[in-house]
């Protein structure tokens, strides 16, 4: 198989993370005050 | 951990746990059964599928309520002062700044109780380093505020959808919240910060995934501007880290996966599936490639795709060769 390395692959120009994270963080406001699913601890 | 007396006498006595134990459950028959949440539960059953303006009208209901918030509260509160040891039989759902209790999870609508303190909030201020954003968490939601906390919001909003990234978001208003008060957000265009509290903010969280954006978008709290996003969608972004692992596994055997993530409605997760594809076997993704470049509906994976195309398979590109890694 041919492969090319990832790295070299251009990226979008909007950054995307995945679900929970964040890129800065917030100052404290409806993005951390609201529920986050996947921290579920039962 | 050294237990307290009362934790000690706890622990060496199964039947005080077994009682907190059948306590939790009564808590939880008891909690189902109020009347305010079954009938939140029956409207809810009723409402449209995916229609996120009834969805939250079921909610907004139960908010306006007087007594629905009191009558949780009220049950919960009479369990935990008969026994030191109970626990709500809720998820609990904490941040940063909040302490909460899922009181409702649906698939259509969850329902949070939550505290958030001043003093968490300055911490949060106060160690942070670097720049900060304002998020817009994508979904529309209502809030209640049962204990505002003597709290000043500051409101955002953005002209277009927040996770597009067009242009700056913009101050709308700041002031004070009343407690009681019930507000509702629109996540897709607004967003809000805490500017100050004096005390704690108690508060029922209600939100919707219908017609919600696909990222959580965040803007740069001094620049206005936008600075990117995160998945809104959990189950798709645990997709893509299986596509990751798979590729660095070399599984070829697994090109059906890729290619069936090629077709996401979501337009970051289609790039990203076609990096890992293109990293497991180009020879298998470089039609699709050439597809992408051509028709994908969105303009950043269109540019991405063509720029992939020019730099690895121009003519001038493949006589250099150097780009290729052969793995076979």
């Known amino acids: 198989m041919k492969a090319i390395d990832i790295n070299k692959l251009p990226e979008l120009a909007t950054r995307v993370g995945i679900h929970g994270s964040v890129q800065q963080k917030e100052v404290g406001g409806s993005g951390c005050m609201v529920i986050v699913i996947a921290a579920i601890s039962g | ?328």
């Not at chain 2, 008969?82 to 759902?93: A, E, G, T, V």
């Not at chain 2, 795709?305 to 150097?322: K, Q």
Request: a negative charge; charged letters at 25%; proline letters at 5%.
């Open chain 2, 1 to 328: 951990m050294i237990p307290g007396n009362a934790l000690a006498e706890w622990l060496e006595n199964r039947r005080e746990q077994a009682l907190t134990n059948a306590a939790r459950e009564e808590c939880r028959r008891e909690l189902s059964g109020l009347e305010p949440i079954a009938r939140l539960n029956r409207e809810l059953d009723a409402a449209p599928a995916g229609e996120a303006e009834a969805i939250l009208a079921c909610g907004r209901r139960f908010l306006e309520e007087p007594n629905a918030t009191r009558s949780c509260l009220d049950l919960l509160g009479s369990f935990a002062k008969k026994d030191f040891f109970f626990r709500p039989p809720l998820p609990n759902l904490s941040g940063e700044v909040h302490t909460g209790l899922l009181l409702l999870d649906r698939p259509q609508l969850t329902m949070l109780l939550a505290v958030a303190s001043p003093d968490a909030l300055a911490t949060k201020r106060k160690i942070r380093r670097g720049p900060a954003s304002i998020a817009f968490a994508g979904a529309r939601s209502v809030y209640k505020f049962v204990k505002a906390g003597g709290a000043t919001l500051s409101f955002w909003e953005t002209s277009g959808p927040a996770w597009e990234g067009r242009g700056r978001c913009r101050f709308v208003e700041r002031r004070a919240i009343e407690d009681g008060e019930i507000l509702g957000l629109d996540g897709r265009y607004q967003g809000f910060v805490v500017d100050h509290a004096e005390g704690d903010m108690v508060y029922i969280h209600m939100s919707t995934p219908a017609g919600a954006a696909p990222l959580v978008a965040e803007y740069d709290s001094d620049s206005l501007e936008f600075i990117g996003g995160s998945s809104a969608d959990e189950a798709n972004s645990r997709t893509l880290m299986m596509l990751s692992l798979l590729r660095l596994m070399k599984r070829g055997d697994a090109a059906p996966l890729f290619r069936e993530a090629l077709g996401s409605s979501h337009f970051y997760a289609r790039w990203h599936a076609m990096r890992e594809y293109l990293a497991l076997d180009l020879t298998l993704a470089l039609p699709h490639l050439r597809e992408m470049a051509q028709g994908d509906p969105h303009p950043e994976v269109r540019v991405a795709a063509a720029r992939t195309l020019e730099t690895f398979f121009s003519g001038e590109a493949l006589g250099r060769g150097e780009e290729l890694e052969c793995l076979a």
